[in-house]
Protein backbone atom coordinates (compact mmCIF):
# COMPACT_ATOMS: atom_id res chain seq x y z
CA UNK A 1 0.00 0.00 0.00
CA UNK A 2 3.50 1.63 0.05
CA UNK A 3 2.45 4.06 -3.48
CA UNK A 4 -0.84 5.51 -2.24
CA UNK A 5 0.81 7.16 0.58
CA UNK A 6 1.43 10.75 -1.45
CA UNK A 7 -1.97 10.58 -2.33
CA UNK A 8 -3.03 9.75 1.08
CA UNK A 9 -0.91 12.33 2.90
CA UNK A 10 -2.86 15.61 0.62
CA UNK A 11 -6.38 13.73 1.17
CA UNK A 12 -5.08 14.29 5.37
CA UNK A 13 -3.96 17.63 4.81
CA UNK A 14 -7.57 18.77 2.43
CA UNK A 15 -9.78 19.25 4.83
CA UNK A 16 -8.95 22.88 6.11
CA UNK A 17 -8.82 23.95 2.85
CA UNK A 18 -11.98 23.84 1.47
CA UNK A 19 -14.97 26.98 1.90
CA UNK A 20 -17.55 24.87 3.85
CA UNK A 21 -18.18 22.05 5.89
CA UNK A 22 -18.06 19.21 3.59
CA UNK A 23 -21.41 17.08 3.42
CA UNK A 24 -20.93 14.53 0.78
CA UNK A 25 -18.28 12.63 0.56
CA UNK A 26 -16.58 11.07 -2.58
CA UNK A 27 -14.53 8.41 -1.71
CA UNK A 28 -12.89 5.72 -4.02
CA UNK A 29 -10.56 5.42 -7.28
CA UNK A 30 -9.17 7.98 -9.90
CA UNK A 31 -12.60 8.18 -11.52
CA UNK A 32 -13.87 9.97 -8.55
CA UNK A 33 -10.31 12.12 -7.96
CA UNK A 34 -10.53 13.13 -11.23
CA UNK A 35 -14.35 14.53 -11.75
CA UNK A 36 -12.32 18.13 -12.23
CA UNK A 37 -15.88 19.80 -11.92
CA UNK A 38 -16.98 17.97 -8.94
CA UNK A 39 -17.15 20.91 -6.73
CA UNK A 40 -19.28 23.10 -9.08
CA UNK A 41 -21.40 19.75 -10.94
CA UNK A 42 -22.51 19.07 -7.31
CA UNK A 43 -22.14 22.56 -5.60
CA UNK A 44 -25.39 22.41 -3.36
CA UNK A 45 -24.31 18.79 -1.55
CA UNK A 46 -20.92 20.82 -0.33
CA UNK A 47 -19.06 17.62 -2.01
CA UNK A 48 -15.34 17.11 -0.76
CA UNK A 49 -13.55 14.66 -3.11
CA UNK A 50 -11.62 12.42 -1.19
CA UNK A 51 -10.46 9.93 -4.14
CA UNK A 52 -6.97 8.46 -4.81
CA UNK A 53 -5.46 7.16 -8.15
CA UNK A 54 -5.23 3.84 -8.37
CA UNK A 55 -7.28 2.95 -5.58
CA UNK A 56 -8.77 -0.65 -4.91
CA UNK A 57 -11.63 -1.41 -2.68
CA UNK A 58 -9.04 -3.12 -0.80
CA UNK A 59 -7.36 0.11 -0.25
CA UNK A 60 -10.36 2.40 0.59
CA UNK A 61 -10.61 -0.22 3.61
CA UNK A 62 -7.09 0.18 4.58
CA UNK A 63 -6.81 3.67 4.62
CA UNK A 64 -10.18 4.32 5.38
CA UNK A 65 -9.25 5.67 9.03
CA UNK A 66 -6.85 7.82 8.10
CA UNK A 67 -8.89 9.95 5.73
CA UNK A 68 -12.25 9.60 6.83
CA UNK A 69 -11.42 10.77 10.64
CA UNK A 70 -12.20 14.69 10.28
CA UNK A 71 -15.17 14.16 8.46
CA UNK A 72 -19.20 13.97 9.54
CA UNK A 73 -20.81 14.06 6.40
CA UNK A 74 -24.32 13.82 5.67
CA UNK A 75 -23.89 11.31 2.43
CA UNK A 76 -21.21 9.13 1.55
CA UNK A 77 -20.65 8.08 -2.84
CA UNK A 78 -18.22 5.11 -3.62
CA UNK A 79 -16.62 4.23 -6.55
CA UNK A 80 -14.40 1.41 -5.91
CA UNK A 81 -13.78 -2.18 -7.31
CA UNK A 82 -12.87 -1.79 -10.96
CA UNK A 83 -9.11 -1.73 -10.19
CA UNK A 84 -9.42 -4.58 -8.27
CA UNK A 85 -10.90 -6.49 -11.22
CA UNK A 86 -8.39 -5.41 -13.12
CA UNK A 87 -5.19 -6.43 -10.87
CA UNK A 88 -6.71 -10.02 -11.42
CA UNK A 89 -9.19 -10.38 -8.32
CA UNK A 90 -12.06 -12.49 -8.91
CA UNK A 91 -15.69 -11.04 -8.31
CA UNK A 92 -16.25 -13.05 -5.12
CA UNK A 93 -12.94 -11.74 -3.46
CA UNK A 94 -14.15 -7.68 -4.98
CA UNK A 95 -17.47 -8.52 -3.11
CA UNK A 96 -15.36 -9.10 0.31
CA UNK A 97 -13.54 -6.28 -0.10
CA UNK A 98 -17.22 -4.33 -0.38
CA UNK A 99 -17.96 -6.28 2.69
CA UNK A 100 -15.03 -4.63 4.20
CA UNK A 101 -15.61 -1.34 3.14
CA UNK A 102 -19.46 -1.57 4.42
CA UNK A 103 -18.21 -2.59 7.72
CA UNK A 104 -16.24 0.06 8.26
CA UNK A 105 -18.73 2.95 7.23
CA UNK A 106 -20.99 1.14 9.37
CA UNK A 107 -18.69 1.29 12.55
CA UNK A 108 -17.53 4.85 11.62
CA UNK A 109 -20.62 6.48 10.13
CA UNK A 110 -23.82 4.62 11.52
CA UNK A 111 -26.79 6.71 10.29
CA UNK A 112 -25.28 8.12 7.24
CA UNK A 113 -26.59 7.00 3.66
CA UNK A 114 -24.06 5.54 1.29
CA UNK A 115 -24.11 5.05 -2.32
CA UNK A 116 -21.75 2.92 -4.67
CA UNK A 117 -21.89 3.53 -7.96
CA UNK A 118 -21.81 0.33 -9.80
CA UNK A 119 -18.27 -0.51 -11.63
CA UNK A 120 -18.61 0.89 -15.08
CA UNK A 121 -17.97 -0.92 -18.46
CA UNK A 122 -14.62 0.59 -19.58
CA UNK A 123 -13.48 0.39 -23.04
CA UNK A 124 -10.09 -1.00 -22.03
CA UNK A 125 -11.47 -3.62 -19.52
CA UNK A 126 -14.13 -4.50 -21.86
CA UNK A 127 -12.72 -7.45 -21.79
CA UNK A 128 -13.44 -8.53 -18.24
CA UNK A 129 -17.16 -7.32 -18.35
CA UNK A 130 -18.43 -10.45 -17.56
CA UNK A 131 -16.62 -10.47 -13.91
CA UNK A 132 -17.78 -6.60 -13.92
CA UNK A 133 -21.67 -7.92 -14.57
CA UNK A 134 -21.66 -10.47 -11.52
CA UNK A 135 -19.27 -8.28 -9.22
CA UNK A 136 -22.24 -5.19 -9.70
CA UNK A 137 -24.87 -7.98 -9.13
CA UNK A 138 -23.39 -9.39 -6.01
CA UNK A 139 -23.16 -5.64 -4.54
CA UNK A 140 -26.38 -4.74 -5.62
CA UNK A 141 -27.87 -7.89 -4.12
CA UNK A 142 -25.82 -7.68 -1.01
CA UNK A 143 -26.99 -4.18 -0.47
CA UNK A 144 -30.67 -5.14 -1.19
CA UNK A 145 -30.56 -7.61 1.80
CA UNK A 146 -29.21 -5.33 4.10
CA UNK A 147 -30.99 -3.55 6.53
CA UNK A 148 -28.40 -0.43 6.13
CA UNK A 149 -29.07 3.22 4.97
CA UNK A 150 -26.98 1.75 1.65
CA UNK A 151 -27.57 2.45 -1.88
CA UNK A 152 -26.70 0.96 -5.13
CA UNK A 153 -26.94 3.86 -8.20
CA UNK A 154 -26.46 1.66 -11.43
CA UNK A 155 -24.19 3.68 -14.13
CA UNK A 156 -22.87 0.40 -15.96
CA UNK A 157 -25.95 0.72 -18.07
CA UNK A 158 -26.56 4.32 -18.61
CA UNK A 159 -22.80 4.12 -20.68
CA UNK A 160 -23.25 2.02 -22.97
CA UNK A 161 -24.32 2.88 -26.95
CA UNK A 162 -26.72 1.63 -28.85
CA UNK A 163 -24.91 -1.74 -29.90
CA UNK A 164 -24.42 -2.57 -26.26
CA UNK A 165 -20.61 -1.67 -25.81
CA UNK A 166 -19.28 1.19 -23.78
CA UNK A 167 -20.10 4.65 -25.31
CA UNK A 168 -16.92 5.57 -26.91
CA UNK A 169 -17.74 9.82 -26.48
CA UNK A 170 -17.32 8.96 -22.38
CA UNK A 171 -13.65 7.66 -22.42
CA UNK A 172 -10.52 9.52 -22.60
CA UNK A 173 -8.02 7.71 -25.19
CA UNK A 174 -6.89 5.44 -22.77
CA UNK A 175 -10.45 3.63 -22.72
CA UNK A 176 -10.36 3.72 -18.66
CA UNK A 177 -10.92 7.41 -17.50
CA UNK A 178 -14.11 9.43 -18.14
CA UNK A 179 -14.52 12.31 -20.51
CA UNK A 180 -16.55 15.29 -19.53
CA UNK A 181 -19.41 13.86 -21.33
CA UNK A 182 -18.76 10.74 -19.35
CA UNK A 183 -18.83 12.70 -15.80
CA UNK A 184 -21.97 14.57 -17.20
CA UNK A 185 -24.06 10.88 -17.62
CA UNK A 186 -22.62 10.48 -13.81
CA UNK A 187 -23.67 14.33 -12.53
CA UNK A 188 -27.27 13.50 -13.92
CA UNK A 189 -27.49 9.68 -12.23
CA UNK A 190 -26.05 11.23 -8.97
CA UNK A 191 -29.02 14.13 -8.69
CA UNK A 192 -31.67 12.25 -10.00
CA UNK A 193 -30.73 9.60 -7.06
CA UNK A 194 -30.38 12.38 -4.81
CA UNK A 195 -33.43 13.82 -5.82
CA UNK A 196 -35.72 10.38 -5.51
CA UNK A 197 -33.93 8.89 -2.63
CA UNK A 198 -33.26 11.57 -0.45
CA UNK A 199 -35.76 14.48 -1.39
CA UNK A 200 -32.75 16.94 -2.34
CA UNK A 201 -32.17 18.96 -5.59
Same mark, same amino acid.
Given at each position: +???? @?? !??????????????????? /?????????? @? !? +?????? $???????????? =????? #?? /?? &??? +???????? %? #?? *??? @????? !???? $????????????????????????? *??????????????????????????? %????? =??? *? /????? &?? +?? &? &???????????? !????? =???? *??????????? /?????? %??
Amino acid at each position: +MIWY @EN !DVKKLEALKGTLPYTPETI /FYGSSSIRLW @E !D +MYDDLQ $PFHPVNLGFGGS =TLAAC #VW /FF &DRI +MEPYNPRH %I #VC *YAG @ENDLG !DGRT $PEEVYIFFRQLQLCLQKRFPAVPVT *YISIKPSIARWNLQQQVRYTNLLIREE %IEKSK =TPF *Y /FLNIF &DR +ML &D &DSGQPAKELYEA !DGLHL =TRKG *YLIWKEALLQH /FASVFK %IS
